[in-house]
């Protein structure tokens, strides 16, 4: 059974920083490529960033100064530093794997202005 489980949301003020971690199970995590998505209120969900199976990083241009995706296959887990929030950064942020269906539940991140 494969299970996403994301931590490390919560509320900061503008300008801070947060780092999101995901933990996977199930799955033969070093083969895979994995990403981060979020969805704000009325909106649909984005690609934040994504990392391939060789570390290799792809991101959203808006976030693409700011967020850092990064992965430790020894652990099988996957993680988003979010630098220099800004109050639209407010979603839940969701990571999955590319190319197949599974997502985690999702962390809610609040950024205050």
């Known amino acids: 059974q494969v299970q996403l489980v994301e931590s490390g949301g919560g509320l900061v003020q503008a300008g801070g920083s947060l780092r999101l971690s995901c933990a996977t199970s199930?799955?033969?995590?070093?083969?895979?490529?994995m990403a981060w998505h979020r969805q704000a209120p009325g909106r649909q969900r984005e690609l934040v960033a994504s990392i391939d199976s060789r570390g290799r990083t792809n991101y959203a241009d808006s976030e693409k100064d700011r967020f850092i995706i990064s992965r430790d296959n020894a652990k099988n887990m996957v993680y988003l530093l979010m630098n220099s929030l800004k109050p639209e950064d407010t979603a839940v942020y969701y990571c999955?794997?590319?190319?197949?269906?599974?997502w985690g539940q999702g962390t809610q991140v609040t950024v205050s202005s």
């Open positions: 999955s794997v590319l190319g197949a269906p599974f």
């Open positions: 199930g799955i033969m995590f070093r083969i895979y490529g």
